[in-house]
């Protein structure tokens, strides 16, 4: 008995999966004399194996990238390497983070891969794919950005295809946007699968850039006390 999976297609056209069983048949002698071919649809099966291994190596790849995130020396450190994570996950060659400055109440690129951008470019909230993002704290894709309509004025040269754009959110606290893209002529488009495990990353990534300020927070304000604290040793050696 012979069996395999392959691909067949619907008279409708649809594609799907069919176990094909091949079993032999004998005459009294032991020789075969034909062959009886039966198919058995187990698309639904075959997808849901799928989804399982997809999980799985999306699971492996998320923990290998918290481990390199907990790893960074420094903030700047990190926000490179998150952005290198990010369009490694999604195979694309560009990509950025963007954080939230809440004494501007606006958001500052602080990263970006791939396109001819300036690292400190500041978008309004609401203002083009970004400022959407942080205005409303839920993901976006778009197809072409090239073509879409509300593109930032600072980003309308940049040759973006297909993009996707998730908050950063701690806590329901939005520490900024990070963003993945596809360069140039390209057909390739995120999917929402896509969407989805960059917002895994992202919450992953926004924890990790607040752990990172309120590290480098405590390291200045150790420093200043130690400045304090030497002064008024100077002062008390001076007086004694």
Same mark, same amino acid.
């Given at each position: 008995?012979? !069996?395999?999976?392959?691909?067949?297609?619907?008279?409708?056209?649809?594609?799907?999966?069919?176990?094909?069983?091949?079993?032999?048949?004998? +005459?009294?002698?032991?020789?075969?004399?034909?062959?009886?071919?039966?198919?058995?649809?187990?698309?639904?099966?075959?997808?849901?194996?799928?989804?399982?291994?997809?999980?799985?190596e999306?699971?492996?790849?998320?923990?290998?990238?918290? !481990?390199d995130?907990?790893?960074?020396? +420094?903030?700047?450190?990190?926000?490179?390497?998150?952005v290198?994570?990010?369009?490694?996950?999604?195979?694309?060659?560009?990509?950025?983070?963007?954080?939230?400055?809440?004494?501007?109440?606006?958001?500052?690129?602080?990263?970006v891969?791939?396109?001819?951008?300036?690292?400190?470019?500041?978008?309004?909230?609401?203002?083009?794919?970004?400022?959407? %993002?942080?205005?409303?704290?839920?993901?976006?894709? %778009?197809?072409?950005?090239?073509?879409?309509?509300?593109?930032?004025?600072?980003?309308?040269?940049?040759? %973006?295809?297909?993009?996707?754009?998730?908050?950063?959110?701690?806590?329901?606290?939005?520490?900024?946007?990070?963003?993945?893209?596809?360069?140039?002529?390209?057909?390739?488009?995120?999917?929402?699968?896509?969407?989805?495990?960059?917002?895994?990353?992202?919450?992953?990534?926004?924890?990790?850039? !607040?752990?990172a300020?309120?590290?480098?927070?405590?390291?200045?304000?150790?420093?200043?006390?130690?400045?304090?604290?030497?002064?008024s040793?100077?002062? !008390?050696?001076?007086?004694?």
């Amino acid at each position: 008995v012979f !069996r395999a999976t392959i691909k067949n297609r619907k008279k409708s056209g649809e594609l799907y999966y069919e176990e094909k069983t091949i079993t032999p048949l004998l +005459d009294a002698q032991g020789n075969v004399t034909h062959f009886v071919s039966t198919g058995k649809d187990i698309t639904e099966r075959v997808l849901a194996e799928q989804e399982i291994r997809r999980r799985a190596e999306e699971f492996a790849a998320l923990y290998e990238t918290s !481990r390199d995130l907990a790893g960074q020396p +420094d903030l700047p450190s990190l926000l490179q390497t998150i952005v290198e994570r990010a369009t490694t996950l999604l195979h694309a060659p560009g990509g950025g983070i963007e954080l939230y400055d809440p004494a501007r109440d606006d958001l500052e690129l602080v990263v970006v891969k791939g396109i001819d951008t300036h690292v400190g470019t500041r978008l309004r909230l609401g203002e083009g794919m970004a400022g959407r %993002v942080a205005q409303t704290h839920q993901p976006m894709r %778009v197809d072409d950005y090239r073509t879409w309509p509300d593109r930032a004025p600072a980003y309308d040269g940049a040759p %973006v295809s297909s993009t996707v754009q998730v908050p950063m959110l701690f806590g329901g606290e939005l520490i900024g946007v990070l963003g993945v893209n596809e360069i140039g002529a390209t057909e390739h488009e995120f999917t929402e699968a896509d969407v989805r495990l960059l917002s895994l990353l992202a919450s992953q990534a926004a924890s990790a850039v !607040r752990n990172a300020r309120l590290l480098a927070e405590t390291r200045q304000r150790l420093k200043e006390l130690e400045a304090v604290s030497q002064i008024s040793n100077a002062l !008390r050696t001076a007086h004694a």
